[in-house]
């Protein structure tokens, strides 16, 4: 099972619909309706099959996110594979004390080319693909610890777009895979499908564009508990 933290944020459920696309098992909680104890006592029930855990994108910064910050350090202590997208990559980045800072410029609904090191949730992806941008705050990669790196970078304006884990399987993106702007974000999702064990992540390899797919999770399925 994949646990999703939703934070508040229509792009929440392209994100489910791609993992559910794939065949994985999504549970879907608001960052509000439960809190981050009941997150782990999930991840330690083996009866759960909790495989990964995403933070989805959302308005505000991490302080604002709920049991998102709380939630990274979770899947740092257990090691299970953790994928932050915009808002949950910021918060990946607060919960091991970097800052988060105003960005250059405000991006919102934008295509930058992506540079990147090809690794982890990168791996498979062209040396440089266009990402859709919907922010306006960025991690500031001089307070970034040792223990993250940077893995991907905008070219126009040079902001960081991607941080990993250097031993643990916790990777981010600040670029929205799950926008039809990014052509290439279908295979990030599989990676990290494969990373986690969920799922079948080739249905997704040569996937393109977005999931409003229908017969998917929709927001008036989640409910205080979270849901399938």
Known sequence: MILVIDNYDSFTFNLVQALQAAGADVRVVRNDAIDIEAVAAMADDPTE????????????????????????????????????VCLGMQSMAAAFGASIVRAPSLVHGEASEVTHDGAGLLEGMPPAFMAARYHSLVVDPATLPPELQVTAMSEVDRVVMGIRHVALPLEGVQFHPESVLT??????????LRLAGEGEASRLDDASGSFATAGLAEPDDVVAGGAR
């Open 49 to 84: 099959s909790l495989r990964g855990i995403v933070i989805s994108p959302g308005p505000g910064k991490p302080d604002d996110a709920g049991i998102s910050v709380g939630s990274v350090r979770i899947a740092a202590d257990r090691g299970l594979p953790l994928l932050g």
């Open 183 to 192: 052509p290439q974000g279908p295979h990030l999702l599989a990676n990290f």
